[in-house]
């Protein structure tokens, strides 16, 4: 079994800046995909950024430009740095990874953002 924790959540400004982490641990060789997806209050869950375990990336069009995502494959974390944030950025942000070993995702237990206008 493999755990995700997500830190580094919290309120700021329109314009302001966080920076999100994930850590993996457990069963942690093997991680294929991860990924953070955003859930606003009575919106479905959607996908914001993704890394493959080789460094590649890819954005939802809203976060283009504002957001990086990246990775530290030793340390088995994932970050999410938000530059730019606006009010439509507020949610859950919810933490992916896909175990190679086990044939399955886990996801972790999310961190609010808030960003006020």
């Known amino acids: 079994q493999m755990q995700l924790v997500e830190s580094g959540g919290g309120l700021v400004q329109s314009g302001g800046s966080l920076r999100l982490s994930c850590a993996a641990s457990g069963r942690i060789f093997s991680i294929g995909n991860m990924e953070w997806y955003r859930q606003a209050p009575g919106e479905q869950r959607d996908l914001v950024a993704s890394?493959?375990?080789?460094?590649?990336?890819n954005y939802a069009d809203s976060v283009k430009g504002r957001f990086t995502i990246s990775r530290d494959n030793v340390k088995a974390t994932v970050y999410l740095q938000m530059n730019t944030l606006k009010p439509e950025d507020t949610g859950v942000y919810y933490c992916y990874a896909w175990s190679y070993a086990e044939g399955r995702p886990y996801w972790g237990q999310g961190t609010q953002v808030t960003v006020s206008s």
């Open positions: 890394i493959t375990n080789s460094g590649y990336t």
